[in-house]
């Protein structure tokens, strides 16, 4: 079984900076993807980013590309999201997934094929 704890959100005002963070227990394969998603009240749950276990492989959204940044340190079993210049419609519940079956391309943008999820961590952008 794993688990997934998340830290880091809070409130913050357009064009600042938050950085999330992604503790994961338990037994997670090499062929495993993290990924990030946000939900926002009333909208369904969206792709944000995703990781593959070396680092290597990435992906993003397009509403996120050239602000947000995703990274893992597997020495702590964490993942990050670095979000920078966040803007009003960034506001969400974030929440961190892990895919187990190496998903790749827009394939990883579906959270149903996500088996492990986060509490999730609110991020609030004021204008």
């Known amino acids: 079984q794993v688990q997934l704890v998340e830290s880091g959100g809070g409130l913050v005002q357009a064009g600042g900076s938050l950085r999330l963070s992604c503790a994961a227990s338990?037994?997670?394969?090499?062929?495993?993807?993290m990924g990030w998603f946000r939900q926002a009240p009333g909208k369904e749950r969206n792709f944000v980013a995703a990781?593959?276990?070396?680092?290597?492989?990435?992906y993003y959204a397009d509403s996120v590309k050239g602000r947000f940044t995703i990274s893992r340190d597997n020495a702590k079993n964490t993942v990050y999201l670095q979000m920078n210049s966040l803007k009003p419609e960034d506001t969400a519940v974030y929440y961190c997934?892990?895919?187990?079956?190496?998903?790749?391309?827009?394939?990883?943008?579906?959270?149903?094929?996500?088996?492990?999820w986060g509490q999730g961590t609110q991020v609030t952008v004021s204008s």
């Open positions: 338990g037994r997670i394969s090499s062929s495993a993807r």
């Open positions: 997934a892990v895919n187990r079956n190496a998903c790749s391309g827009y394939g990883c943008y579906d959270p149903a094929v996500y088996d492990y």
């Open positions: 990781i593959s276990w070396s680092g290597i492989v990435t």
